[in-house]
């Protein structure tokens, strides 16, 4: 997955563009600027990547989160419903606008699971977030219909499955609004970097206000823009768009070379009849940043990250007993560690979280191995890995 293993003379090419002339900011400065505009081509080329109307790039991945959910109208006291397993980023970032996260259990597709998505939904209900965890996708058609349903702002937080496509249509820009990250360990790296994709020019107007202190963007003298509504900063720089620019040029090679890693370990792993790959919803193409399986209980699971880990199999991880991933070991979500005081009525509708048990979600996350897709690995270097993996997996069933 991650574009930094491959950076070379185009990435250095980009920021020193931006370095000749200084303006190390997205918006102004057009006199100074020699024709360089990379958060703005950025957001062009990201366009035709997810076959979408609009792009408006911001400062991570978590930024995009806040922002879409903002730019929808969800704020204090709505209710977002989100899967147990995901990255902090998803209640972050729902927290950060007042709203309350509702974590619901994922199905074997290892994203949301629709049935628990429609029992949670209660008339404080604003939104449904799903994530587009490891490289693949939960079950669109049943979650869009849902929403549609109940009337929900459907998210769609695709920031690990650039590439990854759904009856056709890249991930990220089926739902009515999608969010990536450019984080330095994605699959285009921005070093940090996030976007929000949209049709709507509503949400995505929103979107451009709101990252940028609520500027109108109207005309070329930022000091006469007006401000219709309040907003924040979440704006990128030139340099790390310039970044990314370059990195999302090499995007069809790097995906290339992921689909080929992957096949050859998914090839040499399926050999073996008690690995059990996750669903893929009919429709859906993975990016490949990562392969998923599951094994036949915890025990087995914990065996095997063990003996790869220390067999030199690096980067399977085994989110059952991961701090970043799952709600298993977020204690701090849980206990509502926080800095400052937290209102009253997220601390109300966080209670359930003292008591909710998510079996359905530990019966998956607890056999799941998720192996990061390197992109510098040669072919002969992943059929090595492919066969030591399958080596420790048979030792240790
Ligand atoms: C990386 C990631 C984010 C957050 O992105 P940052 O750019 O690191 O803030 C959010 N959601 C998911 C699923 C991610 O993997």
């Known amino acids: 997955m991650p574009g930094f293993e491959l950076f070379g003379d185009a990435e250095r090419q980009s920021v020193s563009d931006v370095l000749d002339n200084g303006v190390l900011m997205r918006y102004g400065f057009d006199g100074m600027r020699k024709g360089h505009w990379k958060a703005k081509a950025l957001e062009s080329e990201l366009q035709n990547t997810f076959k979408s109307k609009h792009v408006q790039l911001v400062s991570s ?10 730019s929808a109208g969800v704020g204090a006291g709505d209710e977002v419903i989100m899967p147990t397993f995901t990255f902090v980023a998803s209640f972050e970032a729902i927290m950060m606008l007042g709203a309350i996260p509702v974590l619901v259990d994922i199905d074997s597709t290892l994203t949301l699971d629709p049935k628990a998505v429609e029992a949670a939904i209660t008339p404080r209900t604003k939104a449904v977030m799903v994530v587009q965890m490891c490289g693949s996708m939960g079950d669109m058609d049943a979650l869009k219909s849902i929403c549609e349903k109940h009337n929900l702002v459907f998210v769609e937080d695709a920031c690990q499955a650039i590439g990854g ?7 990220g820009s089926i739902a009515d609004v999608g969010c990536f990250s450019f984080d330095f360990v994605k699959t285009i790296t921005c070093g940090e970097g996030g976007a929000v ?6 949400y995505y107007l929103n979107a451009d206000h709101y990252s940028d202190h609520g500027h109108d963007h109207v005309g070329n003298d930022r000091g006469a823009e007006t401000h219709p509504f309040l907003g924040y900063n979440f704006r990128i720089s030139e340099l790390h768009a310039a970044v990314g620019l370059a990195q999302v040029k090499r995007l069809p090679d790097f995906l290339a070379i992921q689909k080929r890693n992957f096949d050859i370990i998914r090839e040499e792993l399926s050999q073996i009849s008690e690995v059990e790959f996750r669903t893929v919803p009919e429709g859906g193409e993975e990016s490949c940043a990562f392969l998923n399986f599951f094994l036949p209980n915890l025990e087995i699971a914990r065996k095997v990250s063990k003996a790869f880990k220390e067999n030199g199999i ?3 991880f085994h989110y059952y007993d991961n701090n970043w991933h799952y709600i298993r070991k977020w204690d701090h979500l849980k206990n509502l560690k926080s800095l400052f005081p937290i209102s009253e009525e997220v601390r109300k509708g966080l209670q359930y979280l003292e008591t909710k048990t998510f079996e ?7 056999r799941n ?10 072919e002969d270097e992943v059929k090595e890995r492919a066969k030591k993996m399958a080596k420790l997996i048979k030792e240790n069933l």
Do not use: E, F, R
């Open 360 to 366: 359905q979600s530990d019966n998956y996350i607890a």
């Open 197 to 202: 994709v949209t049709n709507n020019k509503d």
């Open 61 to 70: 991945g978590t930024a995009a989160v806040s922002v879409a959910l903002a």
């Open 314 to 316: 690096d980067a399977c």
């Open 165 to 171: 496509t759904y009856k056709g249509k890249p991930l």
């Open 369 to 378: 191995l998720s192996c990061l897709i390197k992109l510098s690995w040669t």
